[in-house]
């Protein structure tokens, strides 16, 4: 283990004192450098035998650990990647001791992205990897069951902490009510009641009843909900910066957040849009003081963390590719301009930045009060000595490999994918399936797995079924970041569409259904002797449901639309408002 942290008897450093008591102490101590080191959260990468990236050998975006701890003073990283528990807790460790030889020793708070489903998005989440692997949160919200949720969410917690990763950056509890939007994954659906029940859920089964230092803390995103987008498209972009409320639904968008901050949610991301039409000023939210101040802290209650999304101040190369500042609606506005701007609406901290010298400047020419960088360094170092950071600061790497995906966890995880699926046609009571041994003919399913159900064939002429899987479609997008977010049309071109249906034809189909958003799929639901739809599993979930292992129990989290003309005619704030839904909100069959 590496040493303890230096204490040279400074109040601060004293566990017994009070959290306030301790946070004074330090406050005091600190260079307007070091306080504005606290103000940045920015992205570090890790090699897989755990060692820290380091400046010239970054894998896709400029890391330099030294500088950020040593030179920035930055104390708040984002892991991007991943590697095995083991590597993880070396690298958090390494990381603690850098901090733990700078001048003050404030140690380091990481943060993660979700890391317990199958979708990989650097710019959203990571596939599960080691941790146990779960259905996507629309999934569990397909189950309608707060306790699983909270189940999830503190073995979350449990794999969190033995690596050594104590900010969540979620739960999402944004509406699904643009069918196109591509984020919908990350989200409860679009029921704003059933929401706010499970991200208390969540956020409890994380922090417990209060956070403390077995606890990892939740920022619940993206205030004030981000799910009406113009066009469903996505304002990490440009064309997607829009905000729209044509419905006059803000008020239901704000419900699930209302319930995080009930349930004691520490930290908050405000999206990047920027709402129009709506009497807010029509910037993004990370800059907009009516919505930050005035609705979450002084309507809300808020007293916690308000951390922006990433990259709002500054232009920045993402996989190769220079991506401009999400800084909607203040474009025009210098780095400066737009950090100060974030500041007066109340933001405590950039995620996804890392330009201290900018706030110094800030302080420096009289623009912002360093009272100001106060009230949320005080906020910043509240947090860390409330989660133990100063106090216990390490992981044990051999304790982390017996936590993470422990056998327990991962049957837990694997019970929740096969209970979310949702049955939505089932012909001649094809599910689930009675043969012993039938001949499989498998597209999207595994062969070695499917061969433990069946005799797998290689074509479906002589097969007795076929299981096929399927993803929700989507339009491909030219930049590299941008396609990892599917957006756009949710229908198969007919191309697409041809040997999907010549195989329904040809030989009695079971169709899995990936909802990563909610699908036009009538043509298969029309032909398919059974379909279901899947949030995340393993092709022996899937086929543990079909051949009647295991009971689906899933019931649509968000209606699947008949037609894009419905889709396109639909208010992007209103849930469940596409005309004659092929499927609509709750749908499943029991078998």
């Known amino acids: 283990m590496p040493p303890a942290p230096r204490n040279e008897g400074h109040p601060y450093q004293d566990a017994s004192r009070a959290v306030e008591d301790r946070v004074a102490d330090l406050l005091a101590r600190m260079t307007l450098e070091e306080k504005a080191g606290l103000l940045f959260h920015t992205m570090l990468a890790l090699h897989p035998?755990?060692?820290?990236?380091?400046?010239?050998?970054?894998?896709?975006?400029?890391?330099?650990?030294?500088?950020?701890?040593?030179?920035?003073?930055?104390?708040?990283?984002?892991?991007?990647?991943?590697?095995?528990?083991?590597?993880?807790?070396?690298?958090?460790?390494?990381?603690?001791?850098?901090?733990?030889?700078?001048?003050?020793?404030?140690?380091?708070?990481?943060?993660?992205?979700?890391?317990?489903?199958?979708?990989?998005?650097?710019?959203?989440?990571?596939?599960?990897?080691?941790?146990?692997?779960?259905?996507?949160?629309?999934?569990?919200?397909?189950?309608?069951?707060?306790?699983?949720?909270?189940?999830?969410?503190?073995?979350?917690?449990?794999?969190?902490?033995?690596?050594?990763?104590?900010?969540?950056?979620?739960?999402?509890?944004?509406?699904?009510?643009?069918?196109?939007?591509?984020?919908?994954?990350?989200?409860?659906?679009?029921?704003?009641?059933?929401?706010?029940?499970?991200?208390?859920?969540?956020?409890?089964?994380?922090?417990?009843?209060?956070?403390?230092?077995?606890?990892?803390?939740?920022?619940?995103?993206?205030?004030?909900?981000?799910?009406?987008?113009?066009?469903?498209?996505?304002?990490?972009?440009?064309?997607?910066?829009?905000?729209?409320?044509?419905?006059?639904?803000?008020?239901?968008?704000?419900?699930?957040?209302?319930?995080?901050?009930?349930?004691?949610?520490?930290?908050?991301?405000?999206?990047?849009?920027?709402?129009?039409?709506?009497?807010?000023?029509?910037?993004?939210?990370?800059?907009?003081?009516?919505?930050?101040?005035?609705?979450?802290?002084?309507?809300?209650?808020?007293?916690?963390?308000?951390?922006?999304?990433?990259?709002?101040?500054?232009?920045?190369?993402?996989?190769?590719?220079?991506?401009?500042?999400?800084?909607?609606?203040?474009?025009?506005?210098?780095?400066?301009?737009?950090?100060?701007?974030?500041?007066?609406?109340?933001?405590?901290?950039?995620?996804?930045?890392?330009?201290?010298?900018?706030?110094?400047?800030?302080?420096?020419?009289?623009?912002?009060?360093?009272?100001?960088?106060?009230?949320?360094?005080?906020?910043?170092?509240?947090?860390?000595?409330?989660l133990g950071l100063f106090d216990r600061p390490y992981v044990d790497p051999g304790l982390a490999e017996e936590i993470v995906g422990s056998s327990e966890f991962r049957a837990v995880g694997d019970a929740a994918q096969r209970r979310s699926l949702t049955v939505l046609v089932n012909r001649d009571q094809t599910l689930p399936v009675g043969a012993e041994r039938p001949k499989l003919y498998v597209e999207g399913v595994g062969a070695v797995a499917a061969g433990g159900y069946g005799e797998v064939v290689g074509d479906p002429a002589d097969a007795d079924l076929a299981v096929l899987r399927l993803h929700t479609p989507y339009e491909e997008r030219g930049n590299r970041f941008e396609a990892l977010f599917h957006s756009g049309r949710l229908d198969f071109t007919p191309e697409e569409l041809d040997p999907i249906l010549k195989l329904l034809d040809t030989v009695p189909t079971v169709v899995f259904l990936n909802l990563e958003r909610a699908a036009v799929v009538p043509e298969v639901a029309e032909r398919a002797a059974a379909l279901v739809a899947d949030y995340g599993a393993s092709d022996e979930a899937l086929l543990d449901v079909a051949f009647g292992r295991a009971r689906p129990e899933g019931r649509l989290p968000f209606e699947l639309p008949r037609s894009m003309t419905a889709v396109e005619a639909s208010r992007p704030d209103v849930p469940h408002d596409t005309a004659d839904p092929l499927f609509p909100y709750g749908a499943g069959l029991h078998l």
């Open 49 to 386: 035998d755990g060692s820290p990236v380091e400046a010239g050998d970054a894998a896709f975006a400029p890391t330099d650990t030294s500088g950020a701890i040593g030179t920035k003073l930055l104390s708040h990283f984002n892991l991007l990647g991943s590697a095995r528990p083991r590597q993880l807790a070396q690298w958090h460790n390494a990381l603690q001791e850098s901090a733990a030889g700078t001048r003050l020793g404030i140690p380091v708070t990481v943060s993660t992205d979700p890391r317990h489903s199958f979708t990989t998005n650097i710019g959203a989440s990571f596939s599960a990897g080691a941790f146990s692997a779960w259905p996507e949160p629309t999934g569990l919200a397909a189950t309608r069951d707060p306790e699983l949720v909270h189940r999830f969410a503190d073995i979350v917690r449990r794999e969190y902490l033995a690596v050594g990763l104590r900010v969540a950056l979620h739960p999402q509890v944004d509406l699904a009510t643009e069918p196109r939007w591509s984020r919908q994954a990350g989200t409860f659906g679009a029921d704003a009641a059933l929401t706010g029940e499970l991200v208390q859920a969540y956020v409890k089964g994380l922090q417990g009843d209060g956070l403390g230092p077995d606890g990892v803390a939740a920022m619940v995103k993206h205030f004030p909900g981000g799910g009406p987008q113009k066009d469903g498209e996505d304002p990490h972009f440009p064309h997607g910066k829009d905000q729209i409320y044509p419905g006059g639904l803000r008020e239901l968008h704000l419900e699930p957040f209302r319930a995080a901050v009930a349930a004691g949610a520490r930290q908050m991301m405000p999206y990047y849009g920027r709402p129009v039409g709506t009497g807010w000023e029509e910037v993004g939210f990370g800059f907009n003081k009516g919505v930050i101040t005035g609705l979450l802290r002084d309507e809300l209650g808020f007293d916690g963390i308000v951390c922006t999304d990433w990259g709002l101040l500054t232009d920045q190369p993402v996989l190769g590719e220079l991506h401009r500042a999400r800084a909607w609606g203040v474009e025009h506005l210098s780095v400066a301009e737009r950090a100060a701007k974030a500041l007066d609406a109340g933001v405590d901290q950039f995620g996804g930045e890392a330009c201290p010298e900018v706030v110094v400047e800030l302080v420096r020419s009289g623009r912002i009060s360093e009272d100001r960088i106060d009230t949320s360094v005080r906020r910043l170092l509240r947090e860390k000595f409330v």
